[in-house]
């Protein structure tokens, strides 16, 4: 399923099922989370997401828009290469900083 | 003068009509006298110059109708607003009208062009003035324009973010002072003090609570270049440096924690060998105590160095975990005999509660018995003499909790969270007093989320303590 944890002041989501139709809900309840508390600055950790589909695209894009209103930002990590490759092409993958790990994609927020 | 030429044409085109007329009834009428048809010469010279006559007429009423047309548009325009609305095109073959045709085509698309381009300039600026709205909300920094009292004329959506306010309609013409200082815990805050009290530029920092965690800002006041309105004199912007803070202090932590969690043990060695290689006289018994606290102390280092590297590769995801089937009560048996020498040294009341049968676990064995050896001996480390320890285990459905309850200093709620970060330890001098490197639960969390599992911390300051380490099933 999708938990939410935090390192510092940037929320954590990770995922252990397909970011799909089926699941996006319970996702989106997860991301509404970290939205309220400030500026949101969230890492969805992809390494235990085995795929994407339009619904899990779109709402990657409405969570990154979100974000963008804000003044806060998304970034990705640890895509599996499917995940990758499906990101790569939709045209989305230049949309969001992709990093190989968790604590890459936490450091951005520092610098 | 344009009458005097009109009238001149129209009689010079009824004359020559009149003349072609008159022409062809002559003709006529001295052909038919040879034919002797007189009653149809008489009618065809009567019907003849009739014709004329009415042709001639139709013509000239048709002039007549265009000159009138053009005059009378003439008229209107010097008394209308809009030359173009009042101009309409004739609709004639004649020359002048065929002329007066073109100017008022010419005259319509100008008008047209012109509108046009208004109405591109308009959108154009209003698309521009749209752009920097955008370029404005999309700044990741929190911006407001304030007038001298700080009271905020304009916003982004940074800001209304960082103030948890949900819309811009809800800051303006408040005081942003009064807004950040709603949002810090304290209302003696160094840096608020110096955005109420220091006028002009400022550039301070906020803390909203003494933990970093909670929030800190870096807010910059500046005053807004030459050319502002009236009640737009200062500029805002208030940037989230949470996370660099933390960074920061982790750094600081690192260092602190590595300077003396290398440099004892190094301290110790390099004393303990000078005496060796220059003390001739030492005995062989002391040598031996003393070569084996060369050997802990380097032990010691070695341990360090080990965590800080597993931790440190835990988090960047480098380090895999070997899973093999594991006898959990077995497991246990080793982790609590490691710890013996110590549950002795601090005669702490050591019990444990273990089902009779527990499951077999799919993990990598060298990094759990860490992990639980880390909880154990911290629960062992940190509770006074004759103190109790409890290891309690429970399996349910999906989980086998490992529970290890102490009866040590704790740890405050405020700090509590912390617990698990690299390089934390707790403030308390009871803490600072024990020699810890901070990795330990830091890398019990890592071991937890490798398996799938989870760490908790429950504690309650001069109580005690209780970590529960959760493994899954499968």
Known sequence: ?111 | MVMASLTRRLISHYLMYSLAGLLVCISTALTLTWRDAFMQSVALAAIFPLSVLLLGTVLLGRAVRNSESIERQLREISTSASVIETLQPLVSGEVTAIGWNRLVEQLQERRTLEMLESRLTGSMNSLESKRWEILFDSLPDGIAVCDDHGVIASVNNALVALLQAKTKDEIHGRSIVDLLAASVASDSDAGLKRLRTVPGPVICEVCRTSNLMDGVWRVHRTCLLTGQSHGESMLWIVRDVTQQKMAEEMRNQFVFTATHELRTPLANIKAYAETLALDETIDVERQKGFFNIINAEATRLSRFVDELLNVNQMEAGAISISRHDTNIARLLEEVVEYQQPQIAQQQIIFTQTVPPKLPELRIDKDKVAAALANILGNAIKYTPLQGHVRLLVEVDSAFVHFHIEDTGIGISQEELPRLGQKFFRSNDSRVQAITGSGLGLAFTREVAKLHGGNMVVQSELNKGSRVTLSLPLD
């Open chain 1, 1 to 111: 399923m999708y938990e939410l944890s935090k390192q510092g002041a940037v929320h954590i989501v990770s995922g252990r099922v397909p970011m799909a139709a089926e699941y996006v809900q319970m996702a989106l309840h997860v991301f509404d989370n970290c939205f309220g508390h400030g500026q949101p600055h969230i890492v969805l950790h992809m390494q235990g997401i085995p795929l994407l589909d339009s619904a899990g695209l779109e709402l990657l894009l409405d969570i990154r828009d979100r974000c963008l209103h804000s003044g806060g930002a998304m970034q990705l990590a640890s895509p599996n290469a499917l995940c990758r490759d499906i990101l790569r092409a939709t045209g989305l993958l230049d949309h969001f900083a992709v990093f190989d790990d968790v604590s890459s994609a936490v450091g951005s927020f520092a610098q």
